[in-house]
T-cell receptor, first 114, second 120 residues
Framework: AAGVIQSPRHLIKEKRETATLKCYPI?????VYWYQQGPGQDPQFLIS???????DKGSIPDRFSAQQFSDYHSELNMSSLELGDSALYFC?????????????FGSGTRLTVV | AQTVTQSQPEMSVQEAETVTLSCTYD???????LFWYKQPPSRQMILVIR????KQQNATENRFSVNFQKAAKSFSLKISDSQLGDTAMYFC?????WGAGGTSYGKLTFGQGTILTVHP
């Protein structure tokens, strides 16, 4: 079965650079969620999209932006990177009603800022 | 706002034995969903089991079962016949249902996690 695809798997950036993370949801899933997991921490909700519109926003820095495109894939853009942005970034997808079943996570993008 | 607390940072168990991981939460909602996710060393987040708050019957999935105590706001995970492949970080998570107010539908609030090690 198709899963949530995230790219790249690993990314190394220098401070103050920009990074773009991509997420391709499971076919026919209309909702995408982004989470950030720092080292040794639990995942923190960043932002979600439903039918290409932002549906909820969490603790996402102003330096970050995201969008969902017409094909339902989503991109998380991170500018002016800081050392503290080093983390595992997860994307997950579901149908809106299907979220209650527990949605499917991608394998994550490990971002290292040096 | 909802909070989820896992008070056991680490647990260990012998292979084939049973272990219970604890989770408590705080919410003013009457209807919601609770989940246990497993994160093995590969860091993949894997859904283990889910519980709907309006169902009194405890959920079970093969060797995994929960003890859901709504009044006590407790949601523990029992793993029977532990296997080496169960070694992972386990996260308890809370989801507010759509229509409960605001736009937080589908957002998961996680506990701090419990590292489970299964020894041979």
């Amino acid at each position: 079965a198709a899963g949530v695809i995230q790219s790249p798997r690993h990314l190394i950036k220098e401070k103050r650079e920009t990074a773009t993370l991509k997420c391709y949801p499971i076919p026919r899933h209309d909702t995408v969620y982004w989470y950030q997991q720092g080292p040794g921490q639990d995942p923190q909700f960043l932002i979600s999209f439903y039918e290409k519109m932002q549906s909820d926003k969490g603790s996402i820095p102003d330096r970050f932006s995201a969008q969902q495109f017409s094909d339902y894939h989503s991109e998380l853009n991170m500018s002016s990177l800081e050392l503290g942005d080093s983390a595992l970034y997860f994307c997950a997808s579901s149908t809106r009603q299907g979220a209650r079943e527990g949605y499917t996570f991608g394998s994550g993008t490990r971002l290292t800022v040096v | 706002a909802q909070t989820v607390t896992q008070s056991q940072p680490e647990m260990s168990v012998q292979e084939a034995e049973t272990v219970t991981l604890s989770c408590t939460y705080d919410t003013s909602e009457n209807n919601y969903y609770l989940f246990w996710y497993k994160q093995p060393p590969s860091r993949q987040m894997i859904l283990v089991i889910r519980q709907e708050a309006y169902k009194q019957q405890n959920a079970t999935e093969n060797r995994f079962s929960v003890n859901f105590q709504k009044a006590a706001k407790s949601f523990s995970l029992k793993i029977s016949d532990s296997q080496l492949g169960d070694t992972a970080m386990y996260f308890c998570a809370f989801m507010k249902p759509w229509g409960a107010g605001g736009t937080s539908y589908g957002k998961l609030t996680f506990g701090q996690g419990t590292i489970l090690t299964v020894h041979p």
